[in-house]
């Protein structure tokens, strides 16, 4: 994409700065405020090379030269290097100016080559461009151009073409100061001078696409676009990463309805423009020839392709059968995570509303209760990444999961002074980043918590962790004074998540003006949680139980009961009480944690639907498999770890036949004798909006408006942290007062609500606001007294009303001297659909070793790289083993869904912890 060179012509008004005039005409700069910048806000567009919004400027290019006087009579001076001071005059188009920028311009064409018309950037080159608009018009140079080797793959996603490289540091500046890799570098020096990498050190980075992004030349191409396409051959629309749950903007650029090529947009609060890789360049499973383009069903032990007809009426009757002979819960619907937040609700209200049954679950085992995830007051990534800020990691590595807010986080800590504590079962990427780091035992991730907030841990070993570095860490969080953010996430799937939630009890009861960010990792899974693909829950983050009568009113139904979730229903299914089990773009197979029991229920249950867009494992073993549309080829909403909601473009159409989610749904509610009503995205996120108390207001209107780039946070009218004077283990009372005034304010103002649309999104958002917080007093009032601290807890609850309020303590039985109790955690690169998908990604996969500490490494007697025998209660593996400092004592660390290694063979899902044994002298 070219860099925009294009200006507001309304800058914003800023009151208290300083005077500058910009080519005669006076501006008002903010403090501090770079000329480069302010110049740019005021319609003034100065050239550059090197200067970028979002590194330190470092004035290597030249090219942002112009007039300044500031008071001692004008001269040249980079604009990019410069703050603005009262009374400074500048002169960007003087004769002095652009003499200088076209001897800029014509040194750095001395040796640059004219391969304009095959040059990838060719088009949208900054260089093309401004040797057009202020460069000499022609060269006085006739001498041969200097020519070397071309491309050098500086990794396997980048490629360099050195002769075209005018120096400018932009790559070289990211690496080392956005992504904290310093892999490449300039070499040699004077008129040698490259941009290179050391020898067997390629730009193995996650982030290494942005460099490509970046470079105001073609000298960095991508690997997946080169020679694919000219900028005037693409057609764009803006979109939403669906790699993993950050929501980083994009944009998607396509030819020919095939999509060739993402690029990061900059959005304040999210992504700055930044992608990792994966995000990236996975869109190639996109144009995958893999792709499901029309239904299957099975005959004997063979998919065969079939009509849609068929296929749907085959998946309605096996419903319909379920039904007759074993009711509702005799059905489970198990994933969505992948779905838009439209035919999440569609599966939500085909589930709940006609087929009556609770057993959904959007997260496959790997996440945490949706009270946790919902019921927390909720951080955004500015609150969690503001400077100076307190955050506390309990979750996992957010480099391998999260990489775009590990970039954020690292921000934070490198640049605006903020306090990192993590607490991890091993030391991760932001490790390095964090003031402390706690290590801690898998299982006892509570007690290291217990002992940070000072309250009394159980074991004497503090789970592991150094008791200094403990200490170190609860007088950080005292100078805090608790203003703490904390990310929350799952660091193990061989450990049970009720360790994570004891710990979320913990860090909520010691800190009660603490926010939580949710680092759940599947891409959507926070909006499917929202629309109710969770057992319990309805849309809009409310139980079932509270508000039940008014969806039943509204879908006509809704269970009788709370349902399983997914490890509930894999269980029910291998013991045979599931008849039907729908995936949802799920493959249990590869991502539930316990493959053991995920082959059991696949091989027992009587009937399996899929819907999704490739033929996965688990898909295979299906009995009805309907192609479903994916990202860039569907519109829609999705939601983002913070809760907030931003627009799905559509780019290309869906392969063959393919179909969106809402469509399937809605066809076997027809099938069915069931009229769901639902017509397109936007009406079913009307009836969201009218239906879903978090969601009230969000209108597609507020969503579409250039107000809303970045998204919307939802609810409108956030909650609050309690105040530290409540007490959350003592005001059950108050918190049921609360809940049941909330709930009665949420129905009683659909239609105002409604109504006030029509006036306008601002205003329809203020109304429900004024009406919720006035009758939440008013319901509370007649609900009786309340308990001391309940009005405040009513006045900050908003529409939202699941409530996370704490579990009690979880214990652990001691530990096997014997065993090791086992981490499982993840990589970026792995076996999932997406990135086996795409051939760029594919290779990157790294496999999996088990890493232990050195201490148990030289206690059982193993050599490094040697070939072990890992053996659990569920299963056995053979791995190569290496020592690992990062991995605390009685532990072993491994990465699950790698190639030739199915490390979920040895989880039990049931177990509280998983513990294994390693056996020496295996023959290799």
Not at 75 to 94: A, I, Y
Not at 714 to 733: C, H, I, K, N, Y
Request: proline fraction near 6%; charged fraction near 25%; include cysteine.
């Amino acid at each position: 994409m070219a860099e925009d060179t294009t200006v507001d012509a309304a800058p914003d008004v800023v009151d208290d700065g300083v005077a500058v005039t910009i080519d005669g005409t006076e501006v008002r700069a903010r403090k501090g405020e770079l000329l480069i910048d302010a110049a740019e806000r005021h319609g003034v567009y100065i050239p550059r090379f090197c200067y970028h919004e979002r590194m330190r400027p470092v004035g290597m290019c030249r090219m942002c030269i112009v007039e300044v006087d500031t008071g001692r009579g004008p001269s040249l001076q980079p604009s990019c290097m410069l703050e603005c001071t009262p009374d400074m005059v500048v002169d960007t188009t003087s004769e002095v100016t652009r003499k200088a920028q076209e001897g800029v311009l014509e040194f750095l064409l001395v040796n640059h080559p004219l391969d304009c018309p095959v040059c990838d950037k060719g088009g949208e080159c900054p260089l093309q461009d401004q040797t057009m608009s202020n460069g000499p018009g022609e060269s006085r140079y006739i001498e041969q151009k200097r020519h070397l080797e071309k491309p050098i793959p500086i990794s396997d996603l980048v490629l360099l073409d050195r002769e075209r490289c005018i120096l400018c540091d932009r790559c070289t500046r990211f690496a080392s100061e956005v992504a904290g890799d310093p892999l490449i570098h300039f070499l040699h020096r004077g008129n040698h001078t490259e941009v290179n990498t050391f020898p067997d050190e390629p730009f193995a980075s996650y982030f290494s696409g942005n460099t490509v992004q970046i470079c105001p030349v073609g000298a960095l191409t991508a690997t997946s676009y080169r020679f694919k396409a000219r900028p005037w051959d693409l057609t764009q629309t803006e979109s939403t990463c669906q790699s993993c749950s950050v929501g980083c903007r994009v944009a998607v650029q396509a030819s020919r309805n095939e999509v060739l090529r993402i690029l990061g947009v900059d959005v304040d609060p999210v992504n700055w423009g930044w992608l990792c890789d994966k995000g990236r360049f996975d869109f190639e499973a996109i144009n995958s020839d893999e792709r499901l383009a029309a239904p299957l069903v099975r005959q004997g032990d063979e998919l065969a392709p079939a009509g849609w007809a068929q296929a749907l009426r085959q998946a309605a009757d096996a419903l319909s059968g379920a039904l007759d002979s074993g009711g509702p819960v005799s059905i489970g619907v198990l994933g969505g995570a992948r779905l838009t937040n439209e035919d999440a609700y569609a599966w939500t209200r085909f589930a709940k509303g006609v087929l009556g049954t609770d057993n959904c679950d959007a997260q496959l085992g790997d996440g945490l209760p949706p009270e946790v995830v919902l019921g927390l007051p909720r951080a955004t990534i500015d609150e969690v990444c503001r400077p100076g800020g307190t955050v506390v990691v309990v979750g996992p590595d957010p480099k391998e999961e999260l990489p775009v807010l590990f970039l954020r986080l690292r921000h934070a800590v490198v640049e605006a002074g903020a306090t990192l504590i993590e607490v991890a079962p091993a030391r991760s990427g932001i490790s390095d980043y964090a003031t402390v780091t706690l290590t801690h035992r898998p299982g006892e991730v509570a007690e290291v918590v217990r002992a940070l907030v000072g309250e009394t841990g159980q074991s004497s070993d503090l789970g592991g962790a150094d008791a200094s570095a403990v200490g170190r860490a609860r007088a950080l969080l005292d100078q805090a004074d608790g203003d703490v953010c904390v990310v929350l996430g799952r660091p193990s799937v061989a450990e049970s998540a009720d360790f994570v939630t004891d710990a979320a009890s913990v860090l909520q009861r010691a800190l009660p003006g603490a926010r939580f960010l949710s680092a759940l990792r599947r891409s959507n899974v926070h909006g499917a949680l929202d629309m109710g693909l969770a057992p319990g829950l309805l849309p809009g983050r409310v139980r079932l139980e509270d508000s039940g009568a008014e969806f039943a009113e509204a879908w006509g139904a809704v269970p009788a009961t709370v349902g399983l979730d997914a490890h509930g229903m894999l269980t029910a299914a291998a013991e045979g009480r599931l008849s039907v089990l729908v995936l949802l773009g799920a493959d249990p197979l590869a991502d539930f944690p316990d493959r053991h029991l995920a082959e059991r229920a696949l091989a027992t249950v009587p009937t399996i639907v899929a819907s999704d867009l490739f033929l996965t494992e688990s898909s295979a073993r299906a009995h009805v498999v309907l192609p479903a549309a994916g990202f860039a080829e569907c519109e829609g909403t999705t939601t983002n770890l913070e809760g907030r909601v931003s627009v799905l473009g559509q780019k290309v159409t869906p392969p063959g036949t393919a179909r969106s989610d809402w469509m399937i749904a809605a066809e076997l509610a027809r099938l069915m004798g069931h009229d769901l009503g639902l017509e397109s995205p936007a009406a079913i996120w009307d009836e969201i909006c009218t239906l879903a108390p978090s969601h009230r207001g969000v209108t597609t209107d507020l969503l579409r408006s250039t107000d809303s780039d970045a998204g919307v946070l939802v609810p409108l009218e956030r909650e609050e942290p309690a105040p530290a004077d409540v007490d959350s283990t003592d005001g059950v009372a108050a918190e049921d007062v609360a809940e049941a005034a909330v709930d009665q304010a949420a129905a009683d103002d659909t239609l105002e609500a409604q109504a006030a649309e029509a006036e306008g999104v601002a205003a329809a958002a203020e109304q429900v606001a004024a009406e919720e917080a006035g009758e939440l007093a008013e319901e509370a009032a007649a609900d009786g007294p309340v308990e001391d601290g309940a009005e405040e807890a009513v006045a900050s609850r908003g529409p939202a009303t699941l409530r996370f309020d704490g579990i009690p303590a979880v214990t652990l039985a001691p530990r096997d001297a014997y065993s090791l109790r086992l981490v499982a955690t993840r990589k970026l690169y792995d076996q999932g659909t997406g990135v086996q998908q795409s051939a760029q990604l594919a290779p990157l996969a790294p496999g999996s070793v088990l890493r232990l500490n050195r201490y148990d490494f030289e206690r059982l007697g193993v050599e490094e790289g040697s070939v072990v025998r890992v053996a659990s209660a569920r299963g056995a593996l053979r791995v190569p083993v290496v020592v690992d400092a990062g991995v605390p004592r009685g532990a072993a660390a491994v990465y699950v869904n790698q190639p030739g290694l199915a490390a979920t063979s040895l989880v039990d899902a049931a177990a509280a912890v998983t513990e294994v044994r390693v056996e020496t002298g295996i023959d290799s």
